[in-house]
C-alpha cells in the first residue's frame, strides 16, 4: 500500500469510530429514580417486574427498582413478576414505549 492509500484507510476508520460511539452514547442508562429528569429520548432502564397488563397486543408492564415506570410493550408478552428486566425504548410522558425487552429471570 502506498501512502495514499494508509491515510484513506486511517481517515474512513476513524470517522467510522467516531460515528459509532455517537451512536452508543445516544442511549441514556439512569436508575429508575431519576427517569423524571429525563427529556424525551431513546432510554435504557434495569428493573425487576412488579406486575403486567396485557390488552389486545400491548402488554404494559410496571417495572420496580428504587420507584415504579410503566413500560409499553407493543406485543404481548408473557412474564412473571420477579422477573429481572433491561428495556431500551423511548421515554416519552413519564412512560417508556419499548423496543427492546431481555428478560434474566
Given at each position: 500500500m502506498d501512502?495514499?492509500?494508509v491515510m484513506k484507510l486511517a481517515l474512513i476508520m476513524g470517522l467510522a469510530g467516531i460515528f459509532l460511539l455517537l451512536v452508543i452514547a445516544s442511549v441514556v442508562e439512569l436508575p429508575?429514580?431519576?427517569y423524571?429528569?429525563?427529556?424525551?429520548g431513546e432510554v435504557r432502564i434495569r428493573?425487576?417486574?412488579e406486575s403486567s397488563y396485557t390488552s389486545g397486543?400491548?402488554?404494559f408492564l410496571r417495572i420496580a427498582e428504587q420507584r415504579h415506570i410503566t413500560v409499553i410493550a407493543f406485543q404481548n408478552l408473557s412474564l412473571a413478576n420477579g422477573s429481572y428486566l433491561e428495556v431500551t425504548g423511548t421515554y416519552?410522558?413519564?412512560e417508556i414505549i419499548a423496543?427492546?425487552?431481555i428478560s434474566s429471570s
Amino acid at each position: 500500500m502506498d501512502d495514499s492509500s494508509v491515510m484513506k484507510l486511517a481517515l474512513i476508520m476513524g470517522l467510522a469510530g467516531i460515528f459509532l460511539l455517537l451512536v452508543i452514547a445516544s442511549v441514556v442508562e439512569l436508575p429508575i429514580s431519576e427517569y423524571e429528569s429525563l427529556r424525551p429520548g431513546e432510554v435504557r432502564i434495569r428493573g425487576y417486574l412488579e406486575s403486567s397488563y396485557t390488552s389486545g397486543h400491548t402488554t404494559f408492564l410496571r417495572i420496580a427498582e428504587q420507584r415504579h415506570i410503566t413500560v409499553i410493550a407493543f406485543q404481548n408478552l408473557s412474564l412473571a413478576n420477579g422477573s429481572y428486566l433491561e428495556v431500551t425504548g423511548t421515554y416519552k410522558n413519564e412512560e417508556i414505549i419499548a423496543e427492546k425487552i431481555i428478560s434474566s429471570s
